[in-house]
Each structure stands twice: as structure tokens, then as C-alpha cells.
């Protein structure tokens, strides 16, 4: 018996579906207020992400969720690729795309550890990988993060910029090894205005 998840016993699909459903906002003023809030929460990661790489031609954000990093930084870039694996939030990012009208940021449905895994491009300037995404590829399946990291490479033209956020969650690792046996559960609170006000982590 293992703490560790497995694709076997988990389908990562499931794990975000259904979040940032469209059918969720009861009308456009609800809609674009979530939409600023989640700019507002965006801003201080972009700007870290513009001081790094100023002017890249090509972005590619895998785990780009609902993609709000991609449409803070749709200025300053001639092409922007993101994927995610959960269709609700694709959906909602393309729907947004959509909207503000950005032609350069362009949005799909696919997953980063899948044997038939589409390279979207062989000459980003940047990849992005935010969110601590990168902390739950190897918790599914043991090698996933080299796997990934392979494919960031691939993605990547020689000299390219790849900013990864990586969450130290050793309170969390050391409550694991205290008890492998038993799953490690933990709430967190969001901001009082969030739409989602707590989210439960397992371990």
C-alpha cells in the first residue's frame, strides 16, 4: 500500500473538471468580474515573467488552466500556446480569448504526459510552468517529471527560457513518511472573494 497516486487509481481529467465551468456564471457581469480578479491575482507573476524574457516571439504554457497568464501576457508576445488537461477550463479560456479578441493566444485540450502528446512548438522563447503544476506529474506516475522535463526541452529553442514554480511542501513530505500508510489531508483557504473559498489537498 502506497500514498503515492497512479494513474491507475486516479484519472488526473477528473481532478479539475467541471472548474471555471462557463455554465457556472449566472450572467456576463458575474463573468467578467471573476475574469478581473483573476488578472489582478495574475499581475505580479507576469510582471516577474516580463522582467526574465521582455519580448518573447513564442510562449507555450502547459497546465495553462484557465489562461490568465497567457492573456496578461498576449501584448508582449506574437504567439502564445497553451494546454490544459480539464475541457471545462480549456472552455473558459478559449471563451475568453475569444472575447477580448486575441488572435495570438491560442488554447487546447491535451496532456503533457500522454505517449501521443503533441509538441506545440520546437522554438518557444519561453515555457512557463506555473502553480506548482510540475509537483503532480511524478506523484502520478513515478519518472512523469522527467518525462516532462524532456518534453520542455523538445518545446524549447536552444537558448529558450523556461520559468518553473516549484512548491516546498516539506511539512507535507514529513507527514507522509511519519505514516505511508494513511493519507495526509489538508484545507486551504482562498480569498474571501473567490467563487471557490477552499479547495482540500490530498496527499
Same mark, same amino acid.
Given at each position: 500500500? #502506497?500514498?503515492?497516486?497512479? +494513474?491507475? #487509481?486516479?484519472?488526473?481529467? !477528473? ?5 471555471? *465551468? ?7 457581469? #458575474? ?10 491575482? +495574475? ?14 516571439? +513564442?510562449?507555450?504554457?502547459? =497546465? =495553462? @488552466?484557465? $489562461?490568465?497568464? &497567457?492573456?496578461? &501576457? ?9 494546454? *490544459?488537461?480539464?475541457? #471545462? ?11 477580448? $479578441? ?9 496532456? &503533457? ?9 520546437? *522554438?518557444?522563447?519561453?515555457?512557463? =510552468? ?12 513515478? @519518472? ?14 536552444? @537558448? @529558450?527560457? &523556461? ?12 507527514? =507522509? !513518511? ?19 473559498r477552499f479547495y482540500l489537498s490530498q496527499f
Open positions: 500500500m #502506497s500514498n503515492r497516486l497512479t +494513474t491507475e #487509481s486516479v484519472d488526473p481529467r !477528473r481532478l479539475y473538471e467541471g472548474i471555471e *465551468d462557463l455554465a457556472r456564471f449566472p450572467d456576463r457581469i #458575474s463573468l467578467d468580474k471573476y475574469r478581473e480578479r483573476l488578472l489582478a491575482k +495574475t499581475a505580479e507573476q507576469a510582471a516577474f515573467v516580463r522582467r526574465q524574457c521582455p519580448t518573447p516571439r +513564442t510562449v507555450v504554457e502547459p =497546465c =495553462c @488552466g484557465n $489562461g490568465r497568464l &497567457l492573456i496578461a &501576457l498576449a501584448a508582449e508576445a506574437e504567439r502564445l500556446i497553451g494546454f *490544459d488537461l480539464a475541457a #471545462s477550463r480549456v472552455a473558459f479560456a478559449r471563451q475568453w480569448v475569444e472575447d477580448l $479578441g486575441l488572435p495570438n493566444v491560442h488554447v487546447y485540450q491535451d496532456d &503533457l504526459v500522454a505517449p501521443g502528446f503533441r509538441i506545440p512548438s520546437e *522554438d518557444a522563447d519561453l515555457l512557463i =510552468c506555473i502553480t506548482g503544476a510540475f509537483g503532480y506529474f511524478d506523484a502520478l506516475a513515478p @519518472g512523469n517529471d522527467r518525462l516532462v522535463v524532456d518534453r520542455f526541452a523538445r518545446v524549447l529553442r536552444p @537558448g @529558450g527560457l &523556461l520559468v518553473l514554480e516549484l512548491y516546498r511542501q516539506a511539512l507535507v513530505v514529513e507527514r =507522509c !513518511r511519519a505514516d505511508p500508510l494513511l493519507a495526509y489531508r489538508t484545507w486551504h483557504e482562498l480569498a474571501p472573494e473567490d467563487p471557490f
